[in-house]
Nanobody
Framework: QVQLVESGGGLVQAGGSLRLSCAAS????????MGWYRQPPGKQRELVAS???????IYADSVKGRFTISRDNARNTVNLQMNSLKPEDTAVYYC??????????WGKGTLVTVSS
C-alpha cells in the first residue's frame, strides 16, 4: 500500500509562485519515478514534470524554464516549484509514483488557481 499526500495548492496572481509538495509513505521501493500531473478544467490529465530516483527529470514544454521538480529520497518527498505562473496553469495537480515493479499510485490532488 502506498499513500501520496499533496500540499501547497492555492490561489495566486499571474506571475506569482507556488510550491507543491508530495509526501509518499508505504511500500514505495527504493527505485521509482515520482512526478506531477495536472488536469485543467474540462481537459485531460497531462504530465507536468517527473524525476527518477537518481535525479533524472522530464518537463512538459509548457513549463520548461518556469517549474522545477526536486525530490528528497531520505524523506520520500517530491516538490514542484512553480514560478511565473500563468492563468493556463490553473488545474488540479496530482502527485504520481511509478514504483519499480510497474505499479502506479496517485494522490488525491491539490487545486492551483492562477488569476489574471
Amino acid at each position: 500500500q502506498v499513500q501520496l499526500v499533496e500540499s501547497g495548492g492555492g490561489l495566486v496572481q499571474a506571475g506569482g509562485s507556488l510550491r507543491l509538495s508530495c509526501a509518499a509513505s508505504g511500500s514505495i521501493f527504493s527505485i521509482n519515478v515520482m512526478g506531477w500531473y495536472r488536469q485543467p478544467p474540462g481537459k485531460q490529465r497531462e504530465l507536468v514534470a517527473s524525476i527518477g530516483t537518481v535525479g533524472n527529470t522530464i518537463y512538459a514544454d509548457s513549463v520548461k524554464g518556469r517549474f522545477t521538480i526536486s525530490r528528497d529520497n531520505a524523506r520520500n518527498t517530491v516538490n514542484l516549484q512553480m514560478n511565473s505562473l500563468k492563468p493556463e496553469d490553473t488545474a488540479v495537480y496530482y502527485c504520481r509514483l511509478l514504483r519499480g515493479d510497474g505499479m502506479v499510485y496517485w494522490g488525491k490532488g491539490t487545486l492551483v488557481t492562477v488569476s489574471s
